[in-house]
C-alpha cells in the first residue's frame, strides 16, 4: 500500500471515528469513558469478536466503534456501535437475536440480563455489562436511551416484511441475506440450493403449531425471476426430491415441506400440517405480493 493511500485510509478512519463518537455520551448515571475508542473494520473485526464476526460481515457492517465506561467498584459497561451501511441491515442484526424483553428504544429494542441491543436508522448498538444488577441496568437503559436520541433519523425495515401473511408476527421475524445465517436459525443444508447471497434478501419467521413444534416460513426475494425459478427448482431436487407437481411433499416426520416461486420471490414452508395449509400460505404471500404491484 502506497503512504498516500495508507494516509487517506487513516484519515477517514479518524473521521469516522469523530463521527461515531458524537452519538455517545462521555459519562451516565457515574460511568466514564475512560480509555480510547476503538475502530474496527471488515477485516480487523475478528481481533474483537472472533466467532461472531461472521454474522456482522454477513449483514456488510462497515464500521465498528467500542468504548468502554468504567466506576469505581462497579462492572465496566461496553459499547459497540455498529455502521451497518444502511437501515435494512441494522434491522437484520438486530433479528439475528430475538430474545429478551422488549423496550422502548431506537426503532426497535430488547433488553436481556444486562445486555440491551437496538437499532436506528443504519446503526445497531449492543450494551453489556458482564453482571446485572439493578444499578448496571438503570445504567445500561440510560446510556441506550442517550444513543439513541442522538441518533437524528430513522430507516426503514425492509419492505419484504409486508409480505408475512396475516397472523404472523414481524416482531419474530428473522431477515438475513446468506444460508449460514438461516442455517444459524432454521438448519436446511450446507449446499447452497436456494442461492442466498448478497444479491438476495430473505424472511424466516414461524408460529406454534403446539408445545415444541413449530411451522416456518422461508419468504426469500430475487434481483430476477429466472433467478427465483432457478433456486425453487434446485432447492425441491435436493431438498424435496419427492415433491409432487405442485412443490408439495409428506416428509418423514409426517408433516408437509413445500416450495414454490412466483415473479422473483421464492417461498418455501416447513412443518407444515397438511398440504392445504402450505397452499393456504402460498397464496397470501403471494396475495401481498400482488398488492404491491
Do not use: C
Amino acid at each position: 500500500m502506497s503512504s498516500k493511500l495508507k494516509g487517506e485510509r487513516q484519515e477517514n478512519r479518524e473521521e469516522v471515528i469523530k463521527f461515531l463518537a458524537s452519538f455517545l455520551p462521555p459519562e451516565i448515571e457515574g460511568w466514564r469513558a475512560t480509555r480510547e475508542d476503538a475502530i474496527y473494520d471488515p477485516e480487523t473485526i475478528f481481533s474483537y469478536i472472533n466467532g461472531a464476526g461472521e454474522v456482522y460481515r454477513a449483514f456488510n457492517f462497515r464500521w465498528l466503534l467500542v468504548r468502554h465506561y468504567e466506576k469505581e467498584n462497579q462492572p465496566a459497561i461496553t459499547v459497540d456501535l455498529f455502521d451497518m451501511g444502511q437501515s435494512e441491515d441494522a434491522f437484520g442484526v438486530f433479528t439475528h437475536e430475538l430474545e429478551g424483553e422488549r423496550v422502548l428504544l431506537g426503532q426497535d429494542g430488547l433488553y436481556k440480563g444486562g445486555w440491551l441491543a437496538f437499532w436506528k436508522d443504519k446503526f445497531y448498538v449492543s450494551i453489556y455489562s458482564e453482571k446485572e444488577t439493578d444499578e448496571i441496568k438503570r445504567a445500561i437503559l440510560a446510556l441506550g436511551e442517550k444513543i439513541a436520541q442522538a441518533i437524528p433519523g430513522e430507516g426503514s425495515r425492509p419492505l419484504i416484511l409486508d409480505y408475512l401473511p396475516d397472523g404472523w408476527d414481524k416482531n419474530q421475524a428473522h431477515y438475513f441475506h446468506s444460508l449460514p445465517i438461516l442455517n444459524y436459525h432454521f438448519f436446511v443444508s450446507s449446499e447452497n440450493w436456494l442461492e442466498l447471497d448478497q444479491t438476495t434478501e430473505a424472511i424466516l419467521a414461524w408460529k406454534w403449531k403446539k408445545p415444541g413444534e413449530k411451522i416456518y416460513l422461508l419468504i426469500i426475494r430475487y434481483p430476477e425471476e429466472t433467478r427465483a425459478q432457478q433456486a425453487i427448482k434446485k432447492f425441491l431436487k435436493n431438498y424435496l426430491p419427492e415433491a409432487d407437481e405442485s412443490g408439495l411433499a409428506r416428509t418423514e416426520s409426517g408433516f408437509w415441506d413445500g416450495a414454490r416461486a412466483q415473479g422473483n420471490l421464492g417461498v418455501v414452508i416447513f412443518g407444515a400440517e397438511s398440504a392445504e395449509e402450505i397452499e393456504t400460505l402460498i397464496s397470501q404471500v403471494l396475495e401481498k405480493l400482488n398488492k404491491k404491484k
